[in-house]
């Protein structure tokens, strides 16, 4: 890919460098990789296929033009709580022990990168290849202190671990938050990850790596409210083992920019993958959602399904790429992707692919996008409903299927109040 | 077994792969200023035409070879080693078809478009007229006064340069501009010939009109132009058939078509595209990169794009349609099939800019043995083009475990009002189904031969009656066994 090169890297470097002293948890090889990427390709433009419809360098230059690094500290999370979870703190892209619960369930433990034991350093920048992405290099040259959760072989926790970002900034700053999620043979977690914007400018540029081990189960829930202020690139990069699960539920409630990268590595047979997405957005809001499904080997499931209501002078924005390789026969993928369109300003730009390798497979797309459908308002109009809460009834229908993968009831109440159509 | 039927197949010879001894005129390769206008002073081109060439060559220079994107692997082209013409020896200007090179006649016969036999039948209206073009050169047009007499001109584009300059300053380029990417450039710097038709007003044209196009000599790139313009209220199906002599090397075929569809006029536009792909060891076979593209620009017209593609190493193309007229509609349905070692990489592109605009793809990709077969397409829903509707299909099966079926579709729409739905499966034949016709005696080859004609019956269909027979037949030896 030759794609146009921009001095905005070299100002990020510069800013950052400036404020933040050298991250001593990652091994050197992979920070001198990470900076000869950045340096060399800089930040995507639209030239970039995989950003043709997200010019963050763009964005960047135009928002983020005085990085100070001038963060605030945050003393109090407590609105943010959930009731019934464990929950974890990391503002400002480092992790904060005062802020977060003592952990005492069984099983679970969680090591600051300060802390790492050896298979933690072993497991760090495995997933996330620094010349991949620029912004998988931007993370690792200037990595937030993370933290590595693990849930021991065996265990099944019975309540969800909550895990809150969130920043706050006086003027313009850049946070790379980053964490390693570990799920142990035949064990089982719900995770929800949350992220905020308190105050300030703030883009987040979140790195985390996933490795959900044999027979092992993962329910992670993704929250994106960051405000009118939040910008945000998420890259999830996930390997599944042998007979694994992991369904991720992403809601993008508000944020200026929210560019998901979501890399889902199928390495063991019989592993399943689902990742659903709903996003609700307006004013000039982009979203951009990425997903990869690299299913490397044979009898193993992927599914997903993307949503999208789009208002105003928004773009929404859908890639999705089914990638099976040679060997992986018996593969069973579906990908579907749908979205109303509310303005005439809105655009929506999808691009499901399918990369097939294997012969004996079952693979397949869907994408529709459309209106409020004329006949379902006029089915309510019929019976007395208003167009205003005819037009919610059906636009709430049509969320549901994705707020409806949301097994927490707490969190599901919390996704509705926020939505709330109107 | 499926592997034995498999290597039968891939054995199985490229019928179209005979070389014409025949006396030609060619340009030593290489491609600068000096050959294009050499070029157009053999071609007894007026200045504009010149003026024309030498544009698109400057542009060309400053244009960088697209190499990055497209799902095709091939070496870089020198193009320094390709001539740029390349003609079949004339004597005089030729009056009938009595005159024209008996090699070259016989060349057509083995083709099956035997225009000897065609000019008997000349009144029927269920004919074809022909325009054959033979490297660089149009050889022959058939049937030119009976059309002309319903005022449809169908000739070679050279003659158009000469008979028709105003259509032709007035249309070239108006679709496909010289500057739209690389090899449009290319093509419009260095084309050699084509075909141009014209159908006047309110003229449904009688019959169905055509261009065959072969390539010959070796060491050279066919570079044709192909431009149709339906006035108002006018219809006129086209068909193109294309093949090549087998080689070692590989040939350049960089061909640009235009079509222009005026206020209640429709164009059906249908390829069986059989280039040689090559040997079983990828070595040879003709380089596909061909710029398609049609507009409705008139109200209610309607641009139909069919396509059969079993031919060519690499395939590069996307027939694609702007529809700026309102109520315009945009078709494209297309089977391509790779095998042994062929690259595709093709689909369409719907633009939609007019008022209820409709758009309807059917694609169905084959690939077998080590090929890669991509489709790529593009829906565009303009802000303003109120009630667009479109629906995609893209389908692909696989044969064998070896190749690769992908699929690439981009979707960007900007109103509202746009219904826009897209989908894609990828399978391959079913044991069952194969069980089936087994069952009902019939062979394995048959049977596959059966499931497959039924997986593209929807583009097949579209086809016009003389080239479904051929495609069908097409498909059948392009596939012959390769179950897996």
């Known amino acids: 890919m030759i794609a146009e090169k921009t001095n905005t890297a070299q100002q990020i470097i510069d800013a950052v460098s400036a404020s933040a002293g050298k991250v001593n948890f990652i091994n050197d090889a992979a920070l001198s990789d990470a900076m000869l990427f950045l340096e060399n390709k800089g930040i995507p433009t639209n030239k970039h296929e995989d950003y043709k419809y997200c010019n963050v ?15 605030k500290e945050v003393t109090s999370i407590k609105e943010f709580k959930l009731e019934n979870a464990v929950t974890i703190v990391v503002v400002n892209g480092n992790y904060s022990e005062t802020l977060s619960d003592k952990i005492i369930l069984k099983g679970l433990h969680i090591n600051s990168f300060n802390n790492l034991d050896d298979n933690g350093k072993s497991i760090l920048t495995s997933q996330a290849d620094v010349n991949k992405d620029a912004f998988i290099a931007l993370n690792t040259a200037f990595s937030g202190l993370g933290f590595h959760l693990k849930v021991e072989n065996n265990t099944q926790l019975q309540i969800p671990i909550h895990i809150i970002y969130i920043s706050s900034s006086n003027d313009q700053a850049i946070t790379n938050p980053r964490n390693i999620i570990e799920i142990g043979n035949n064990s089982e977690a719900t995770i929800i990850e949350h992220q905020i914007t308190v105050q300030g400018k703030v883009f987040t540029n979140f790195l985390s790596e996933k490795l959900i081990k044999e027979n092992a189960k993962l329910t992670s829930y993704t929250i994106q409210d960051q405000g009118e202020n939040g910008f945000s690139v998420n890259t999830n990069q996930v390997k599944l083992s042998r007979a694994a699960s992991y369904e991720n539920t992403t809601i993008m409630l508000s944020g200026q920019l929210i560019r998901n990268n979501h890399n889902v590595v199928i390495s063991g047979e019989n592993a399943e993958a689902h990742l659903n997405g709903l996003f609700v957005i307006g004013n000039t809001q982009l979203v951009d959602n990425h997903t990869l499904m690299d299913h490397q080997v044979p009898n193993c499931q992927s599914n997903e399904l993307y ?24 593969t069973n993928a579906y990908q579907s992707s749908k979205n109303i369109l509310l303005s005439d300003d809105a655009t929506i730009n999808t691009k499901p692919e399918l990369e097939i390798y294997a012969n004996d497979v079952k693979c397949s797309h869907g994408t529709s996008t459309g209106k409020i459908d004329e006949s379902a308002m006029f089915y309510l109009n019929a019976r007395g409903i208003s167009n205003e809460n005819a037009k919610i009834m059906l636009l709430n229908a049509f969320a549901e299927e994705v707020i409806d993968k949301i097994t927490n009831e707490e969190l599901k109440e919390l996704i509705q109040k926020k939505l709330g159509f109107n | 077994m499926g592997n034995e039927i498999l290597e039968q197949h891939i054995q199985s010879d490229y019928k179209w792969g005979f070389i014409t001894d025949i006396d030609t005129e060619t340009f030593a390769p290489g491609l600068n200023e000096n050959v294009i206008h050499a070029l157009s002073k053999k071609k007894n081109e007026p200045e504009w035409m010149l003026e024309y060439r030498l544009k698109a060559y400057k542009a060309w220079l400053t244009m960088k070879e697209p190499d990055h994107w497209a799902h095709v692997h091939y070496p870089k082209i020198d193009f320094n080693n390709i001539s740029y013409y390349s003609a079949p020896k004339k004597k005089t200007e030729l009056a009938s078809l009595d005159e024209v090179d008996p090699e070259l006649l016989k060349t057509f016969e083995k083709l099956g478009i035997s225009l000897e036999e065609q000019k008997r039948l000349t009144g029927v209206s269920s004919n074809i007229a022909v325009d054959a073009v033979f490297d660089s050169v149009s050889v022959k047009t058939t049937f030119r006064e009976t059309l002309l007499e319903k005022g449809v001109i169908f000739c070679s584009f050279s003659e158009a340069v000469q008979e028709h300059p105003e259509l032709i300053k007035k249309y070239m380029g108006m679709v496909v501009p010289p500057t739209d990417n690389y090899y449009a ?29 072969r390539i010959n000599a070796s060491g050279t790139g066919q570079f044709e132009r192909t431009l149709i313009v339906a006035d108002e209220g006018s219809y006129v199906s086209y068909l193109e058939g294309c093949t090549a002599p087998q080689r070692d090397e590989n040939q350049l075929h960089a061909a640009v078509v235009e079509i222009i569809a005026h206020k209640d006029a429709e164009v059906k536009y249908s390829t069986v595209q059989n280039w040689y792909p090559g040997d079983k060891d990828g070595k040879g ?44 509609i945009g078709e494209f349905y297309s089977v391509a099939v790779t095998n042994n070692k062929q690259e595709a990489d093709t689909g369409t592109k719907m633009i939609h800019i007019g008022k209820n605009t409709r758009s309807t793809i059917i694609s169905k990709g084959i690939s077998a043995g080590f090929s890669n077969n991509s489709y790529r397409g593009l829906v565009q829903i303009r802000k303003g083009a109120t009630n667009a509707r479109n629906f995609s299909q893209c389908d692909s099966l696989l044969m064998g475990d070896k190749c690769g079926a992908h699929t690439f579709p981009y979707i960007e729409i900007k109103d509202k009002t746009a219904i826009v739905e897209h989908e894609a499966t990828t399978s391959k034949i079913g044991e069952d189904q194969l069980f089936y016709c087994k069952q009902r005696g019939l062979d394995t080859e048959k049977a596959v031969g059966l499931i497959v004609n039924g997986y593209c019956k929807e583009v097949l269909n579209k086809l016009p009656m003389e080239f479904a027979v051929e495609a069908q037949k097409l498909l059948a030896v392009s596939l012959e066994g390769s179950v897996g």
């Open chain 1, 57 to 71: 360098d763009a964005i960047l230059k135009k928002e983020f033009k005085n990085l100070s690094q001038n963060f």
């Open chain 1, 307 to 330: 949503k999208g209501i789009i208002n105003d002078k928004s773009i929404g924005v859908f890639n999705g790429k089914i990638f099976v390789r040679k060997d992986a026969q018996k």
């Open chain 2, 185 to 213: 450039a290319l093509n419009a710097a260095v084309f050699s010939d084509g075909s141009f038709c014209y159908i006047p007003k309110g003229v449904r044209c009688p019959m169905e009109l055509s261009t065959y196009f």
């Open chain 2, 285 to 328: 076979g003709i380089y596909n990169f061909v710029t398609k593209r049609g507009i409705c620009s008139g109200d209610n017209s309607k641009i139909s794009w069919t396509q059969v593609e079993t031919g060519s190493a690499i395939t590069w193309k996307y027939p694609s349609v702007i529809l700026k007229g309102n109520n315009s």
